[in-house]
């Protein structure tokens, strides 16, 4: 019933910026935790960003000072503005949440499908 749905990828040049969102639908009551990963070729999926439900962030050392996550309550809707792009974060994007439904607050994890992020230069 709930899904994510992620948009923004593409292709861009090194030195470049893209934002990513990625926006919750379906039976949804409240959304605790989001977060941004992503998953090159021939390596495993990797924490870029999380954002607890107070604001509060992480971000893998490799993307500090570059990428800011942050997320529109209203529209349970999180973002990944990334700056200053590098070849090295060519991967593909997931989101995830942990979200509660039926006037609860029992959290399950979910994930999105991905978008394509590739820097050429």
């Known amino acids: 019933q709930v899904q994510l749905v992620e948009s923004g990828g593409g292709l861009v040049q090194a030195g470049g910026s893209l934002r990513l969102s990625c926006a919750a639908s379906?039976?949804?009551?409240?959304?605790?935790?989001m977060g941004w990963y992503r998953q090159a070729p021939g390596k495993q999926r990797e924490l870029v960003a999380t954002?607890?439900?107070?604001?509060?962030?992480n971000y893998a050392d490799s993307v500090k000072g570059r990428f800011t996550i942050s997320r529109d309550n209203a529209k349970n809707t999180v973002y990944l503005q990334m700056n200053s792009l590098k070849a090295e974060d060519t991967a593909v994007y997931y989101c995830?949440?942990?979200?509660?439904?039926?006037?609860?607050?029992?959290?399950?994890?979910?994930w999105g499908q991905g978008t394509q992020v590739t820097v050429s230069s």
């Open positions: 995830n949440a942990f979200i509660s439904g039926g006037g609860s607050y029992y959290y399950i994890e979910y």
């Open positions: 379906g039976s949804i009551f409240s959304i605790n935790a």
């Open positions: 954002i607890t439900s107070g604001g509060s962030t």
